[in-house]
């Protein structure tokens, strides 16, 4: 079983009993919520997976939901709006604000099922580039102030004798710098080092 879930935001619970027996025949976790607040109140952003939800719910509407998930600094889950007939401008209003994907009443269950799946890659792929990411931070967090000025006049293209004269250093003491540089960012080349430095500053 996949260690994703679907996050199934619905007030009509026949509705959302007949999602979860479809999610769960493809061998995915389901969690059902009843109203968008319990859904607040319930979601771990750190569960892999996808939110599929009803845009027209009393209270909260899936649009208010996705406003307030949006607001978080916390990682956005990807979003499946299922819309009634006559709901489908308000959905691709919500795709625009950032939802992943949206599916019109009556929907078919295969072409349901193949957005979720596509939802979950996506979640996946997100999740892992921050995973990256925050790897990255962690080793650039472990460089001194020094090895990290050396590290930009590398990055910068200035080889070792112009570093040293540029911090009043000596060319032996930058190679070390540059050593350990090399050493705590596991970087294999140069090459390597200037990639992983656009992609800390990026990040």
Same mark, same amino acid.
Request: net charge neutral.
């Given at each position: 079983m996949s260690d994703a879930t679907v996050f199934i935001v619905d007030d009509d619970q026949a509705v959302a009993r007949s999602l979860r027996w479809l999610i769960e025949t493809v061998r995915l976790r389901v969690e059902t919520f009843a /109203?968008?607040? *319990?859904?607040? @109140?319930?979601? @771990? *952003? /750190?569960?892999?997976g996808c939110l599929v939800l009803d845009v027209r719910m009393p209270g909260m509407s899936g649009l208010e939901l996705q406003e307030r998930l949006a607001a978080r600094r916390s990682y956005h889950v990807p979003i499946i709006f299922i819309t009634g007939h006559g709901d489908v401008q308000m959905a691709v209003r919500a795709v625009q604000a950032g939802a992943f @994907?949206? %599916? =019109?009443?009556?929907?078919?269950d295969q072409d349901l099922l193949d957005r979720i799946q596509r939802a979950i890659a996506h979640d996946a792929g997100r999740r892992g580039k921050e995973a990256q990411r925050a790897q990255l931070r962690s080793l650039f967090a472990g460089l001194t102030p020094r090895?990290?000025? %050396? !590290? @930009? !006049?590398?990055? =910068? $293209? !200035?080889?070792?004798?112009?570093?040293?004269?540029?911090? $009043? !250093? /000596?060319?032996?003491? %930058?190679? %070390?710098?540059?050593?350990?540089?090399?050493?705590?960012?596991h970087a294999r080349s140069l090459s390597d080092l200037v990639k992983m430095a656009m992609q800390n500053q990026a990040a």
């Amino acid at each position: 079983m996949s260690d994703a879930t679907v996050f199934i935001v619905d007030d009509d619970q026949a509705v959302a009993r007949s999602l979860r027996w479809l999610i769960e025949t493809v061998r995915l976790r389901v969690e059902t919520f009843a /109203s968008a607040q *319990a859904f607040l @109140d319930g979601y @771990d *952003a /750190s569960k892999p997976g996808c939110l599929v939800l009803d845009v027209r719910m009393p209270g909260m509407s899936g649009l208010e939901l996705q406003e307030r998930l949006a607001a978080r600094r916390s990682y956005h889950v990807p979003i499946i709006f299922i819309t009634g007939h006559g709901d489908v401008q308000m959905a691709v209003r919500a795709v625009q604000a950032g939802a992943f @994907d949206f %599916v =019109e009443k009556p929907f078919n269950d295969q072409d349901l099922l193949d957005r979720i799946q596509r939802a979950i890659a996506h979640d996946a792929g997100r999740r892992g580039k921050e995973a990256q990411r925050a790897q990255l931070r962690s080793l650039f967090a472990g460089l001194t102030p020094r090895e990290r000025e %050396v !590290l @930009d !006049l590398v990055v =910068e $293209g !200035l080889s070792n004798k112009a570093i040293a004269n540029a911090l $009043g !250093l /000596s060319a032996k003491t %930058v190679e %070390v710098h540059r050593a350990k540089v090399m050493e705590k960012l596991h970087a294999r080349s140069l090459s390597d080092l200037v990639k992983m430095a656009m992609q800390n500053q990026a990040a």
